[in-house]
């Protein structure tokens, strides 16, 4: 054999059993199903406490006056151990669960509260439903006045299935923006939000789609997960995402060391859907 042509079938070879930089490969995408679901029960303040919620007396969740929308725990955010606080604005307190689960306590602010995010292990940022105003709270229960966080990304829709994520400069050796193609035939992109980075300069990108299909309720929609990797690449995503919500949520998803986590209030139960994307 020629070495020209000898040389040439090496370079067929490993280009074809290798992945180029920036491209998702076709049948490499891993779909991820639900992994586990964390279940707290509610105390209903107008049929008051049950014996099931009374154990959890520090969430509460209420149907809502005849023109009002229902009220209950609508954010949260996740400790790297997996242990959660979630806003009880209905109580005017934060409170932590593990990751199972199970209380651990509480901070009474003396004021309801529809955001919480996590800055440290001793320190998270409140805002108060009513003024927008923002505070920190401590460990001890101290509270003090602060400032909003500011956004580090932004998104565009560019077509009807492509868009474009803007990442903080800085990603550990990744590109400042991420290409998110929408593959899903007959889907039309409606909107894209970066909700976390990894470390490792991993990206998760919440898609929500359509079909343009309008029923009672208006269009129906489609929202999943996206991980990419620091480069760009499209490496796995959940499935999609149950959006029957009893309590719209501000914060609806947050996402730590590869892991998904969505809020869910229900009638009875908060929910805390998780997928596992690593």
Known sequence: MRPTLFLSLVVAAVLAGSEIIGVSQPGKLRIISITR???IPLNDVESGPNTAASAFPDLAVSKGGEDETPIGPDSFDVYDDGSFLVTDPLLNRISLFNSDGQFKRAWQLGFAADRVTILSNATFQVRNAKTSMVYVVDQKGGIHLSEPLASDSSAKITSRETGVVARRVGII?????INVQLNRPGFTLLSLELIGTDE???SYIAVECTQGDKGADGISVNKNVRRYAADGRLLSQTDDLPLDYYVT???ELRVHKGVVYQLMTTPTELHL???DLN
């Open 273 to 275: 859907n998780i997928w």
């Open 249 to 251: 949520p501000v914060d």
């Open 173 to 177: 050796g990744g590109p400042a923006q």
């Open 37 to 39: 679901v964390v279940r």
């Open 200 to 202: 490792d300069g991993s």
